[in-house]
């Protein structure tokens, strides 16, 4: 057990001396350390280092322009040929593709909403984010009949995988929008 002395307690002095230099010893030789350009400079080297770990950044595999551009061309052909009722908007498509039109999953053609039968289909407007291996697309489409002026609309998301042979549609929910005149 330890005993209290009367230089331990509070309002007291202690005879003793402090380890180590005191506060007036070490402040000039401090000073004249920092304006000291070797300190300086591993002062910013330990800083650049700290700077440096703050966000993770791995270099992205491919040029995100060209992949975008790719992206948006797998989805313009993938509407187009579903509007037309083509089998090539099958060789799109990743195995283990699911589709989603008007809240109801589908599983044979037409598997976009607003797609009434074979017609001429069009993308108006996309919007695309890349992250590694897979791409998300906002999209609304315009659905047309053969030589008809009745004009339907949709709007879709559609998640795209990119695979060996490309990017391949993964998943794709759509809905119908009333009709903008």
Request: proline share 9%; net charge positive; aromatic share 6%.
């Amino acid at each position: 057990m330890r005993r209290w002395r009367a230089a331990d307690r509070p309002g007291r002095r202690s005879s003793r001396r402090p380890h180590g230099p005191t506060l007036p010893q070490v402040l000039p030789r401090w000073r004249a350390a920092r304006r000291s350009p070797v300190v300086a400079g591993a002062l910013t080297l330990a800083l650049a280092a700290c700077a440096a770990r703050g966000v993770p950044r791995s270099p992205l595999p491919y040029d995100p322009p060209r992949e975008a551009a790719r992206v948006r061309a797998v989805v313009e052909s993938f509407v187009a040929a579903e509007a037309r009722g083509d089998g090539a908007a099958d060789t799109l498509l990743a195995p283990d593709a699911d589709f989603v039109a008007s809240g109801i999953v589908v599983t044979r053609p037409p598997r976009l909403a607003a797609v009434l039968g074979r017609g001429d289909g069009a993308v108006e407007d996309v919007r695309i984010q890349l992250a590694g291996e897979f791409a998300w697309v906002v999209l609304v489409y315009r659905w047309t009949l053969p030589g008809g002026d009745d004009i339907e609309r949709g709007r879709a998301t559609v998640v795209l995988e990119r695979r060996e042979g490309g990017w391949r549609i993964r998943h794709l929910h759509s809905s119908t929008v009333a009709p903008w005149r």
